[in-house]
């Protein structure tokens, strides 16, 4: 490291604070995504509680400088535990006019816009849609204005290097990582040791990437405009070994400890989607762990190879977004007829058909539930944050384990790829997955002779014997046609569907017996409303309600991972607060099942925005349900 990066960063004044929240945003290929994990990262390191919002442009390759192709990044750091990244920013760092004109609206009044002033020439204000420059015209007025030569400040470092034209502008995002690092007192050498190891195959983008990042760092110490440096403090946790997670990475290792736990083989069958690909990326990773992973030609195939996965012996894993759901349909249907261990994992995305790929939303829970041919339940569960989806991939892999049926985990894009510090459990704590196959007979005939019967169930759980293919004296009869209860022969008989079907339900709802019972959090005996949540709406309604209750408000709150079976405590739960609300990414489909299931006059908050909701958008709604006196109590 030079000389102005190593040791103390105390040639400024500084001053601690408690939280800050950072956007950073530009062009596609200006490495905002990077940049914002990377910050993450070291904050991670330094102790720091935080939250991130990744925020992708929706189209893959957008004209560069226009509104369309603007990535950005958004992170909270901490001293305290906090569950959003932020309703609106305090510091955005703007590397061109469309990033600023995009991103400008969420940053609070009188926050600090740091921007690349050399993204500023006329053509890149034209495409921004701006008629003068805001950087000149007094438009900025109400904020703190650091413009700052990104990339000719780079550019004329790196090319000493030797490096030219693209490849030199190209490092102007280790810039402005030198510069967030030094603002914030982040650790100088955490982030020369990522770039080492990162780029350690061409050591000239090595090296121009460390010289951009040293750069912004005695940009940041030399420069009159940023006065100030700030230090936010290690949050207190418990002992333990933390790492930062984000939603797939969890599910993905999730899974993996599910095959460590089950002690079965364990087969992943997908089709790369967005936002879901990653955890077949990661997955793939780890043939020691005993998973074997196959990318498919398309979701039918993928589906078609895991259910034959899970009649194989495996436990059997397909992951997909909402799309593939639609596709995977018919063979869900056929691992209900089967009754076979399988989880389908959803990662859901803007809707309907391509919709928004990039964008989250939680508006697959209908088809969830209900989206197969005939009378076809299952379990379906949700994770609520990225720490939450490796525990959430554990209980899949355990129901459909135990009650031999398909599973649909749901998880979403917002999920998927924030990020948030996770401790890692220890292993004697996690549950016994183990189970066993068929191994002989079980059942006498009418002749006496000794036969097995692949539908004769647990008295307790419903589940068939799994029987695994080329087992002596075990064949039986597959496929999508009715089987007859017991012997699983072929039957077109009434009264049998009728007894089939009952008991494929009674199944699914009987794995309700094995949940923990509800959480009720805030006041939660005395609140005026409810406020229902699922999936990850958990940070935001979480904020919110304490937000309230700090206020003088009476409010509760109850999150449900299991969307299917309810669990049997929440009728009871429901029906006890004057007032019940249900925020949702979608236009009320868990408040519809609420109302139809306990009769209740749940009211349906809803975005359809592509953007998770704000802890001051809930906080907002619960004011309104609360009514004008809520405050004089």
């Not at 909270?76 to 590397?95: F, K, N």
């Not at 002033?117 to 921004?128: P, T």
């Not at 050498?189 to 990522?194: G, M, N």
């Not at 997955?283 to 498919?296: C, D, M, N, S, V």
């Amino acid at each position: 490291m030079t000389e102005q990066t190593q040791g103390s960063t105390a040639t400024k004044p500084s001053e601690e604070i408690t939280d800050v929240v950072i956007r950073l945003a530009g062009d596609s290929g200006d490495g905002m995504q990077l940049t914002g994990t990377q910050f993450t990262a070291v904050s991670a390191l330094a102790g720091n509680d935080l939250a991130t919002l990744p925020d992708f442009p929706a189209e893959i390759r957008a004209p560069a400088g226009t509104l369309p192709g603007v990535s950005a990044f958004q992170v909270r750091i901490s001293s305290e535990d906090i569950s959003t990244p932020g309703d609106i920013a305090d510091v955005l760092v703007a590397m061109n006019p469309a990033a600023l004109r995009s991103e400008l609206s969420k940053l609070r009044q009188g926050g600090m816009v740091i921007v690349n002033s050399d993204g500023f020439e006329e053509r890149d204000l034209d495409k921004a849609g701006y008629d003068a420059n805001p950087l000149t015209d007094d438009s900025l007025a109400d904020y703190q204005v650091v413009e700052v030569p990104m990339t000719d400040l780079t550019v004329r470092k790196v090319k000493e290097l030797g490096v030219k034209g693209r490849e030199a502008e190209r490092s102007k995002n280790f810039f402005a990582l030198g510069l967030l690092c030094w603002m914030y007192s982040r650790n100088p050498d955490d982030l020369r040791a990522w770039i080492e190891d990162r780029f350690a195959k061409d050591e000239l983008i090595r090296d121009a990437n460390i010289t951009a990042f040293e750069v912004g760092w005695s940009f940041g110490e030399t420069t009159e405009l940023i006065p100030v440096t700030r230090s936010v403090a290690p949050m207190e946790r418990p002992p333990g070994t933390y790492r930062n997670i984000n939603g797939n990475t969890g599910l993905a290792w999730g899974i993996i400890a599910a095959a460590q736990l089950s002690g079965l083989p364990t087969y992943l069958g997908s089709y790369p989607i967005t936002p879901a690909s990653d955890i077949l990326h990661e997955l793939a990773k780890h043939p020691e762990a005993g998973i074997r992973t196959f990318q498919a030609e398309d979701e039918i195939a993928a589906a078609a190879s895991s259910v034959g996965a899970a009649f194989a012996g495996d436990l059997a894993w397909t992951t997909t977004s909402g799309p593939g759901m639609a596709l995977k349909g018919e063979t869900i249907g056929l691992a209900i007829s089967l009754e076979l261990p399988l989880v389908i994992v959803d990662i859901q995305r803007g809707g309907p058909s391509t919709g928004l790929p990039t964008k989250t939303e939680q508006s697959d829970l209908t088809q969830a539930l209900f989206g197969r041919h005939g009378e076809s339940p299952l379990p379906v569960i949700a994770a609520s944050r990225p720490a939450d989806s490796f525990e959430c991939a554990i209980q899949a892999a355990e129901i459909a384990i135990k009650y031999r049926t398909p599973v649909i985990l749901l998880s979403d894009g917002y999920i998927a790829n924030s990020s948030e510090p996770w401790c890692l459990p220890d292993v004697e704590d996690l549950p016994d997955l183990s189970t066993t196959y068929a191994t002989g007979t079980n059942h006498t005939g009418a002749d006496g002779v000794e036969e097995f019967w692949p539908y004769l169930r647990d008295p307790d759980t419903l589940a068939r014997p799994w029987a695994i293919p080329g087992t002596p004296g075990l064949e039986h009869r597959i496929g999508g046609i009715e089987k007859a209860d017991g012997s699983g022969d072929i039957s077109y008989d009434p009264d049998n569907h009728q007894a089939m079907t009952d008991l494929r339900a009674a199944k699914v709802a009987g794995v309700a017996r094995g949940y923990r019972k509800l959480e009720v959090t805030g006041d939660s005996e005395d609140a005026d409303l409810l406020v229902v949540g699922w999936g990850s709406t958990w940070g935001a309604i979480a904020a919110a309600v304490e937000r309230v209750r700090s206020a003088g408000g009476k409010v509760a709150h109850v999150h449900l991972r299991n969307l299917n079976p309810l669990p049997e405590d929440l009728g009871d739960i429901v029906r006890r607060y004057p007032k019940v609300m249900v925020p949702e990414l979608n236009l009320g489909q868990l408040s519809m099942v609420l109302r139809s299931k306990y009769l209740i006059d749940a009211q349906s908050v809803s975005k359809v925005a592509g953007l998770p909701f704000t802890a001051g958008e809930i906080e907002s709604e619960i004011h309104k349900m609360l009514g004008d006196d809520w405050s004089d109590r």
